[in-house]
C-alpha cells in the first residue's frame, strides 16, 4: 500500500470513529427552561481552538507544574528533539509561530533545551493553541497562534506561592493597593546547570545545552470606572547555555556559548460599554538579544542581534444588529534590529541543508555588520453573522510590509552604505463557518491567506538577501466536534495548507551578488487531528491527541518535493489525571514517528582543509527511530493554618529509560554512526506553598 494510500486509510477510520462517537453517546441533560437574555458580545474563539485553563495544564505530568508546556502534547504539534523550541504547527518551523501574552508578541515560549517556558507558571491564567487557520486579528505568521492570557489578580487579601524543586525554584505575591488597584510581582530562577554536577553528571552539558535561565513578572490592575479597567504587564526572561562536544582531534572540538533574551512592557485598555461594545488597546515597548559565540578547532562562528521591538492592537467588537456583530481592528508592530555576523555562510544549518549534526565548518568565512528595519500595519475588519443554527464570519486584513536594509551591498572597500527598502501590501481575505447540526454536534470549516516577514537576520547583504520579501501562504481546515457529555468533547479536524516565497539558498553555480537567499521555496501540509478530551469529572481529567499529516518543501522553481526537516507523520499523547481526595496522580504517554535524516553513504578526501566530508544519499530518505515516553506524577496537598497550602509533588520523565534517539552523529571520518539520545530518566521532586 503506498505511502498516500495508507493516510486514506487512517483518515477513513478516524472520520468513522468520530461519527460512531456521535451516534452513539446519550445527548447532554436537557437545559433549564428558563430564558436567560445576556446582552453584549458573544466572545470570539477560533475555529480549531485547544484552550486550557492555568491550573489544568499545570497538573498534567510531563509539565513538571509548568502549564505552558501543555502545548507539547497537543493536536496539530509535532514531537521536537531535545533542545529545539516543540512548535511545529501542521508542518511549518516554530519561526513561523506567534506567541502572544495578553496580546503582546513574545519571541520564545520556552527557554533554551525546552525544559521551561518563558512564562511563570503563576502568572498564565488560561493557554490557548490554534494551530492555524486563525482569524483576521492576528498575522505575520504561517504557521500558527499560542495565546497566553495572564491570570486575574485576587481582590482580597494578600496571595502568593513559594516552589522549589530540583529544576529551579520561583515566588510571587500579590495583594490589593486601595480599592480600586492591584499589584503582583514574581520570579524564577533556574538551576539545573548546577544541580547536575552536584549529582556526579559531569558532561551534562556535551551535545545537549542545560539552560542557565530565569524569567521575572511584575503586574498591575486597575478598576477605572464600571466595566472599563487598565493594567500594566512587565515580562522578562533570559537564558545561556555553554555546551562542549569532544574530541580526540582538538581541530574538531566544538564550543559554543548562546545568550538570549527578551523584556517587554504593556499597557491594556478594556472598556465594555452599555450596548454590548467592547474595546480594548494595547500599546507596548520591548528588547530582544540574541547572541552565537562557537568555535570549531580554530574556526570562530559569531551572531549577536539586538532587536527594538513595539506594538499597538486595537479593537473594538460590536453588535450592530440581534444576529450580526462587527469587528474593527489595527494590529502594528515594529522591529529595528542591529546585527553581527561571522563565519561560514552555512553555519548555523537552515531548514533543507543537507548536513550532519556537529558538522563543521567550510572555508567560506565572511563577516557582515548590518541593520534592518521592519514595520507592519494592518488593519482588518469581521462580521459574524448568526443565520440559525449557522455562525459565517467573512474577514479582511492588509498587511503593510515595510521592509528596510541599512546595505544593499556588502562592505568592499569604500564601497557607499545604500541602503534597500520595500513597501509592499498584502490582501488577506477569510472566512470561517460554523454550523450547529444539533445540539452536541458541529460542523466547522475556514480558509484564508496569510503573510510573514522576513527575518532580519535575513536581510544582510552577506548571509542573505536585502531585498528579501515576505513569504505567503494558504490555510483550510474543516472538521467535526461532538459534545459527548458536558464534560467529554471530540474534534476530528482535516487541514491543508500551502506555503510561497520561502527564503531558502540560493542554488545558482554563480551567486549573484547580495543574494546568498532567495525566496523561491513552496511547502505544502496536509493531514487530520482527534482530539478527545475529558474535563474535570469525578477528580478525573484527560485527553487524547492524534495527529496524522506530512509535510514537504520543494526549493527551486521545478524541482522534486522532498519531505521537511521535522515531518512526523504520526504523534500520539494520552494524558490522564485523577484527583482521591488530598492526591493527585497523573500519567502521561508520547509516540511520535522519527525525524527524516539523509544518510551518509560515503567520504571524500579534502586536501585543501585536510578533513574527511561526507557524501549524502537522497534527502531526508532516512528516519530516526521512532519515539516513546512514558511520564507519571503524584502529589500530596495539606491545609495549613492561616489560608495557606502545602503541596510536596514527585515526577518521574521517561519511567522506562528509554534511549530515545534524537539525532544520527557520526565520528570525524564517518565511518560510524550512533545516536544522540534523548534524557533518561529524570526525576523532579519538589514542594509548593501557597496562600
Known amino acids: 500500500m503506498c505511502r498516500d494510500a495508507r493516510l486514506g486509510a487512517r483518515l477513513g477510520v478516524l472520520v468513522v470513529v468520530s461519527a460512531g462517537l456521535a451516534n452513539a453517546a446519550p445527548p447532554p441533560p436537557p437545559l433549564p427552561n428558563d430564558d436567560v437574555v445576556v446582552r453584549g458580545v458573544r466572545p470570539k474563539e477560533e475555529t480549531w481552538d485547544a484552550r486550557f485553563g492555568g491550573p489544568e495544564a499545570a497538573g498534567t505530568a510531563g509539565a513538571e507544574g509548568d502549564p505552558a508546556k501543555i502545548v507539547e502534547d497537543l493536536p496539530g504539534v509535532a514531537h521536537a528533539s531535545l533542545g529545539a523550541d516543540p512548535l511545529v504547527l501542521w508542518g511549518s518551523s516554530s519561526s513561523d509561530t506567534r506567541i502572544l501574552v495578553d496580546g503582546v508578541e513574545i519571541p520564545s515560549l520556552f527557554h533554551g ?39 486575574e489578580l485576587p481582590r482580597d487579601g494578600w496571595h502568593g506561592a513559594l516552589d522549589v524543586n530540583v529544576l529551579d525554584s520561583s515566588a510571587w505575591v500579590g495583594a490589593p493597593v486601595g480599592e480600586r488597584t492591584r499589584i503582583a510581582a514574581g520570579g524564577r530562577v533556574g538551576y539545573l546547570d548546577r544541580t547536575l554536577p552536584a549529582v556526579g553528571v559531569d558532561h551534562a552539558n556535551d551535545v545537549f545545552p542545560i539552560p542557565s535561565y530565569g524569567d521575572y513578572f511584575a503586574k498591575a490592575q486597575m478598576d477605572l470606572r464600571a466595566g472599563e479597567s487598565l493594567d500594566a504587564l512587565l515580562l522578562g526572561s533570559h537564558d545561556s547555555t555553554t555546551t562542549t562536544a569532544n574530541e580526540e582531534d582538538p581541530a574538531h572540538v566544538l564550543e559554543s556559548a548562546t545568550r538570549t533574551g527578551f523584556e517587554r512592557l504593556s499597557l491594556r485598555y478594556r472598556r465594555t460599554l452599555g450596548d454590548g461594545a467592547h474595546v480594548e488597546v494595547t500599546p507596548w515597548v520591548g528588547r530582544d538579544v540574541n547572541t552565537y559565540d562557537a568555535h570549531f578547532g580554530a574556526n570562530p562562528e559569531r551572531l549577536d542581534e539586538h ?21 474593527l481592528g489595527m494590529d502594528a508592530t515594529g522591529t529595528h534590529a542591529a546585527l553581527e555576523r561571522r563565519g561560514s555562510l552555512t553555519l548555523p544549518p537552515r531548514e533543507g541543508d543537507v548536513t550532519v549534526f556537529g558538522q563543521g565548518p567550510g572555508s567560506d568565512s565572511s563577516s557582515d555588520r548590518f541593520d534592518a528595519a521592519i514595520v507592519d500595519v494592518a488593519p482588518y475588519a469581521s462580521l459574524d453573522w448568526a443565520l440559525g443554527p449557522v455562525n459565517v464570519e467573512p474577514a479582511l486584513r492588509v498587511d503593510g510590509y515595510l521592509v528596510d536594509a541599512s546595505r544593499k551591498t556588502p562592505r568592499v572597500g569604500q564601497t557607499p552604505s545604500i541602503g534597500a527598502s520595500s513597501l509592499v501590501a498584502y490582501v488577506e481575505p477569510r472566512l470561517s463557518v460554523r454550523a450547529r447540526l444539533s445540539s452536541r454536534v458541529t460542523v466547522l470549516a475556514s ?41 467529554l468533547s471530540a474534534t476530528l479536524t482535516g487541514f491543508y495548507k500551502w506555503m510561497s516565497g520561502l527564503p531558502v539558498r540560493d542554488p545558482s553555480a554563480i551567486e549573484e551578488l547580495a543574494h546568498a537567499l532567495v ?29 496524522l499529516s506530512r509535510s514537504e518543501r520543494r526549493d527551486t522553481t521545478g524541482g522534486a518535493f522532498r519531505l521537511f526537516d521535522e515531518d512526523e507523520p504520526e504523534v500520539v499523547t494520552v494524558a490522564a489525571n485523577q484527583v482521591l481526595g488530598a492526591y493527585t496522580l497523573g500519567i502521561r504517554v508520547r509516540y511520535a514517528s522519527g525525524q527524516p535524516r539523509t544518510p551518509v ?68 571520518r564517518y565511518a560510524r554512526r550512533g545516536t544522540i539520545s534523548n534524557i533518561p530518566i529524570l526525576g523532579v521532586v519538589g514542594v509548593r506553598v501557597e496562600r
Open 307 to 327: 532587536d527594538v521591538r513595539w506594538g499597538l492592537r486595537a479593537e473594538e467588537r460590536a453588535p450592530v444588529a440581534r444576529t450580526v456583530t462587527v469587528a
Open 447 to 487: 480558509a484564508g491567506l496569510y503573510s510573514e516577514p522576513p527575518a532580519p537576520a535575513d536581510l544582510g547583504a552577506v548571509f542573505g538577501t536585502p531585498t528579501l520579501h515576505a513569504s505567503s501562504g494558504e490555510h483550510a481546515s474543516v472538521g467535526e466536534a461532538v459534545e459527548l457529555s458536558r464534560t
Open 113 to 151: 533545551g525546552a525544559l521551561r517556558s518563558t512564562i511563570d507558571g503563576d502568572l498564565v491564567g488560561a493557554l490557548t493553541l490554534t494551530p492555524g487557520a486563525y482569524g483576521a486579528g492576528y498575522g505575520r505568521a504561517l504557521g500558527g497562534l499560542v495565546r497566553i492570557d495572564t491570570r
Open 601 to 668: 553513504i560515503g567520504t571524500f578526501y579534502d586536501e585543501k582543509d585536510d578533513v574527511t566530508e561526507p557524501v549524502f544519499g537522497a534527502q531526508n530518505s532516512l528516519r530516526l527511530p521512532a519515539f516513546f515516553q512514558l511520564d507519571v506524577r503524584a502529589a500530596r496537598r495539606f491545609v495549613l493554618p492561616g489560608d495557606m497550602t502545602l503541596s510536596v509533588y514527585a515526577e518521574a520523565l521517561n519511567v522506562i529509560d528509554r534511549r530515545n534517539a534524537d539525532d544520527y552523529v557520526y565520528d570525524t
Open 519 to 547: 525566496g523561491n521555496g513552496v511547502g505544502r501540509s496536509y493531514g487530520v487531528q482527534f482530539l478527545l478530551r475529558q474535563k474535570p469529572w469525578h477528580g478525573f481529567s484527560g485527553f487524547l491527541a492524534y495527529t
